[in-house]
């Protein structure tokens, strides 16, 4: 608790007093967002609803966009949309999503596995 009263300081006077005021608007300096950052990586523990109670992607629906926001970007809208319908699981707290091909076809479709808690991706991977 100390530690967040602290960061919540820091945050209030490194935007009052280092932000770039170009509207109404506070905003962090680079110095503040480099000590969050930090603060996230080391694992310090502060306000986060991100845990392993909580879900952050909890439906299929969610897990779907998700999983072709980065699988366009990778593979083409086009090649990810024509292996509908997908293939998805939810198993231990992972999204496992894969393609389908259709019968009679011959080649390999995507494989995709994220944490379901904060969407973390474990594997993509595209079959020949």
């Known amino acids: 608790m100390k530690l967040f ?7 209030l006077v490194a935007s009052s007093g280092f932000a770039q005021n170009t509207d109404d608007r ?28 909580h879900r952050l992607i909890n439906t ?7 999983a072709e926001f980065y699988l366009f970007d990778i593979y083409g809208k ?3 949309l024509n292996q509908k319908p997908y293939d998805i699981f939810l198993i231990k707290n992972h999204w496992l999503i ?18 379901s808690t904060n969407g973390k991706i474990l594997q993509i991977t595209h079959g020949k």
């Open 26 to 53: 506070f905003h962090l300096d680079s110095i503040s967002v480099a000590k969050l950052v930090d603060i996230a990586i080391e694992n310090i523990e502060t306000h986060n609803v991100i845990n392993d109670d």
């Open 78 to 80: 086009k090649e990810i």
């Open 60 to 66: 299929k629906e969610k897990a779907i966009e998700l």
């Open 98 to 115: 894969k393609g389908t091909l259709k019968k009679g076809y011959k080649g390999g479709t995507f494989l995709i596995i994220f944490d």
């Open 5 to 11: 009263f602290t960061i919540s300081i820091l945050l």
